[in-house]
Structures are given as C-alpha cells and as structure tokens.
C-alpha cells in the first residue's frame, strides 16, 4: 500500500529537508489516503508529531501507518522508532532519503487489523469485518453459510432474524442502540445487505463494498439505511 503513495510522499521529504519529514497512511470513508504532518522536534534528526494535529486525524480518520524518513542516513529503525511503534500499536515506515530505501517496522500488538482492509467477497467483507470486530469483545458469531454475490436482488435474506437468531443474536429497538450493537442495513435494496457494529458517539465499524474497512459516522448518510438493530452476549 505505501508504494501507492511514493509520489506524494517524497515531495514532502524533499520540501522539509533536511529536517526528518514525517505523516500518516489515514482511511477516511473507506479509502486509504497519504497525509503530510508537522514535526515540531526541535532536532533535525527527529520527528516529533503536532499533537493537536494528530488528535485531529485521530478522531475524523484511522490512522494505519506512520512514514517518517532519515535524511542523509539508512532507513534502519531506531531504538526510538522501534518503542514508540509498539506504545501506539501501528505500523512504521521508514525511508532513507534521498535514496528512499524503506524499512517496515510491525508492532508487537498490532491494534489496525480491523482497518484499511482490502474488500474481498466472502473472505474480507462486511460480516467477516463485524464477527472478527465482536471476536476482539469475545463475542463469538459461528462461521456462516456461503453467501451467494448479490443475494439480496435473489430474494435471499441471510440478516433476517431467524438467521441472527440462530448465530445468538436478539433484536432490539433503535432507541437501545449501545456500543458493540450490530446494525443490518438496506442500502438500495429491499433486504438488509450490508452490516456493521456500533462503536459509540454516532460512529460505526463496516467494510463496505469496493472499499477499505473503516470507522464512519452513521450521521448523515448511513442512519437512513439502518434496518435493524441486534445485541450479542459475551
């Protein structure tokens, strides 16, 4: 994925040196997308996020890859790329410059698994993104049937509540929607084809067709395709 964004990336490293240039890999509405980010380190071989900027990006986008560079030196990550890497629990970049040679850094713990996903029917899709989410709350949903492409212009309903049901989930008013809640929506069709778990503040966790899995606001544009709302037990 981070070959996809050398062309914005490099840009930027040449702009800020020979300071270390640092940002972020971000899915935003379900699209990955490069995001250039202050360093306020007073040290010009260190990067030092504007923690206000960040906070920012936090809360509007998920942020799956920090990129950061080593002006005039080798991409080897250092003791503190290697610390900071774990304590935030995302994936490192980093690149030599100007040679851009690159070196990935993985957490010990990676907390992005659930995010920037590539869509894949039947392996990477809405109901692995939910039972994988609801697995990491130790709710288990058992494995599902093959759902065939397209069901929902079949006639087949594989979110009605027989189905939830028999995977252990009870449905409840839209008035009792509370975290770790899955949501069933009708998006351009008559039955529930899409589904999603409620995170709380009028966000949600999805994997939506053509895109990468996310967080979204229900609000404006997903809360008038809601279809149902069910809970599940630990």
């Known amino acids: 994925m981070i070959q996809d964004f050398l062309h914005e990336i490099e840009p930027h490293f040449f702009r800020e040196y020979p300071r270390e240039a640092c940002g972020v890999i971000a899915v935003k509405k379900g699209k990955a997308e490069w995001v250039p980010c202050t360093n306020i380190a007073e040290d010009d071989e260190d990067f030092l996020f504007d923690s206000t900027e960040y906070?920012?990006?936090?809360?509007?986008s998920d942020i799956i890859g920090i990129v950061h560079n080593h002006p005039d030196a080798g991409a080897t990550p250092s003791e503190s790329d290697i610390k900071n890497c774990n304590a935030l629990g995302i994936p490192y970049y980093i690149f030599s410059y100007p040679e851009m040679e690159l070196e990935?850094?993985?957490?010990?713990?990676?907390?992005?698994?659930?995010?920037?996903?590539e869509y894949s029917f039947g392996v990477a899709d809405c109901f692995e993104a939910m039972r994988d989410y609801l697995k990491i709350q130790s709710i288990e949903i058992p494995a599902r049937i093959p759902?065939?492409?397209?069901?929902?212009?079949?006639?087949?309903d594989y979110f009605c509540p027989d189905v939830i049901k028999e995977w252990g989930g009870q449905e409840i008013s839209l008035d009792e929607l509370q975290k770790n809640d899955v949501l069933t929506f009708c998006v351009q069709s008559n039955v529930a084809n899409h589904c999603g778990v409620y995170l709380g503040a009028d966000s949600f966790y999805h994997h939506a067709v053509g895109r990468l899995s996310c967080r979204e606001n229900l609000y404006p544009f997903w809360i008038k395709y809601i279809d149902r709302v069910y809970r599940y037990v630990a």
């Open 55 to 60: 906070l920012k990006l936090s809360l509007s």
């Open 104 to 117: 990935i850094v993985e957490p010990k713990k990676d907390l992005t698994e659930l995010y920037g996903r």
């Open 147 to 156: 759902f065939e492409d397209n069901w929902f212009n079949k006639d087949l």
